[in-house]
Every structure is written in structure tokens, then in C-alpha cells.
């Protein structure tokens, strides 16, 4: 079965008003997130940072934070794009703990089986390990979730918008028998905006969950994006005359 192209997709009203939608919804949908639970987004991470040292070992999860000496049993490292690395930690009394990693560093990446190493626990899972004088959280840590919802909303609601208009631009101009080289590349510059917006949290993992870093990272590769769009749109208009005349 064909690909459907970007040209073909804005040449037929069906395909347009359908893709209109997607756009539309996927910016309502980023914007609902973040107006309802950014405000909250720290409700854990505070609770966690406030959270006392608990007077005895607790036999259920617990509001408290216990540290105590782990033995790592098993170690999973991964390079699958979506999977996390994993350990498998062993307490005193032989109960095992699975544990998940975002990052390697700073300790993650130095565990072997068999090591001995100190974790947090919170609620019931382990949040942090500790080794060799360096400390790293595990996925199970509370994280600031307004910077992951406006991470999230950088990489959904532009291209989001693009394509929106390009859309609405092609619904409004529905007399012209083929779209003009500029509703393409709104299109495309969506799809190419949507993936410099995937792309960028990765370039900047070694700074971690930071808005700020990612955003900066994420303006000049959007920029390169726009100037390609640009040039494609103006060498389609001078092409097209000569394409076209007799």
C-alpha cells in the first residue's frame, strides 16, 4: 500500500480535515495537562524531601524514609530505545528489590552483582542508591512533574499548531486544485519541529530533567528546521513557472 505524502494529504478534504483534528486535539490535550496538573506537579517530590527518617525498619510502605544495606543479586543493562536499565537488589532477610534506572551515572554504571550498596526507602520502593560516596535515584523516585509536562508540551504543542494552521491554510483555499508549496512545508516543518522535540531530551540527558537546557538546545535545531522549510518553499515557487509554461 502507498505512503500517503504530505502533498496528498493536503489534496484531499477528507485526509486535511482529519489531520486538522489530530493537531487540534493534541494541543488541547497538552494544554489540559499542564493547566490541571502542573500546579500539583511537586506534591510528591515535596512530601519526599520533607519526609522524616523513620524510627524502625517499617513493615509496610511508609511516609518515612529507611535506609539500609542491599546486596545487588541481578544487574540488566539495556540498550533498547523505551526499556530502562534494572537491578535487582537483596535486603538482609533475602527479599528482593527491583529497582529501575533512567541514567547509568553516577552509580548505576559501576554495579556489578555481588556489590553491597545502601538504598532509600519510600512508600515502599526504592528510591536511591548510594555507593562509593556517589548517590543516584532510582525510577521510583518522586520527580518534579511540571518540568516533564512542560518538557512534554514543547514537544507536542508546535508542531501541534503547524499543523493546524497548515491545514486550516489548505480548508480556506479549497479553489486551488493542488496545495501551494507552502502549506507542504507548514506540514512538514510540523513533522520535522515534532521530532527536533524528541530529539533534544536525549542531546541533553546529561543535564537532566532541566526545561531550560532542553529548550535552548531545542530553538536552534527548530530554527534550522524553519530555514529549511524556507528554502524548500521558495525554490518551489521559482521552480514552479518553468515547470508549468509552455
Request: net charge positive; with cysteine; glycine share 6%.
Amino acid at each position: 500500500m502507498a505512503q500517503p505524502s504530505l502533498s496528498g494529504i493536503l489534496r484531499s478534504t477528507v485526509a486535511t480535515v482529519l489531520t486538522l483534528l489530530a493537531g487540534i486535539a493534541l494541543v488541547a490535550l497538552a494544554v489540559f495537562f499542564v493547566a490541571t496538573e502542573a500546579p500539583d506537579g511537586t506534591r510528591n517530590l515535596d512530601a519526599y524531601n520533607a519526609a522524616p527518617r523513620c524510627p524502625a525498619a517499617p513493615s509496610k510502605p511508609a511516609e518515612c524514609r529507611w535506609t539500609e544495606e542491599f546486596t545487588v543479586s541481578g544487574i540488566h543493562r539495556t540498550s533498547k530505545r523505551g526499556q530502562l536499565d534494572r537491578a535487582t537488589l537483596t535486603d538482609a532477610d533475602g527479599t528482593r528489590w527491583e529497582t529501575a534506572y533512567t541514567n547509568r551515572r553516577p552509580v548505576f554504571s559501576d554495579l556489578n552483582k555481588g556489590d553491597r550498596i545502601t538504598g532509600t526507602i519510600w512508600r515502599g520502593h526504592v528510591t536511591e542508591i548510594a555507593a562509593n560516596g556517589d548517590t543516584q535515584t532510582t525510577d521510583a523516585a518522586p520527580a518534579d512533574l511540571r518540568t516533564r509536562l512542560l518538557i512534554g508540551a514543547l514537544i507536542v504543542i508546535p508542531p501541534g499548531l503547524l499543523v493546524t494552521a497548515a491545514c486550516v491554510w489548505r480548508l480556506t483555499r479549497r479553489a486551488v486544485p493542488d496545495p501551494t508549496p507552502g502549506m507542504i512545508a507548514t506540514l512538514g516543518l510540523a513533522i520535522g519541529v515534532f521530532f527536533v522535540g524528541l530529539l533534544t531530551p536525549l542531546l541533553t540527558s546529561a543535564a537532566g530533567e532541566n526545561f531550560w537546557v532542553i529548550a535552548a538546545a531545542w530553538l536552534p535545531l527548530t530554527a534550522i528546521s524553519i530555514t529549511a522549510a524556507r528554502i524548500y518553499t521558495t525554490q518551489k515557487r521559482t521552480l514552479t513557472p518553468q515547470t508549468t509554461s509552455p
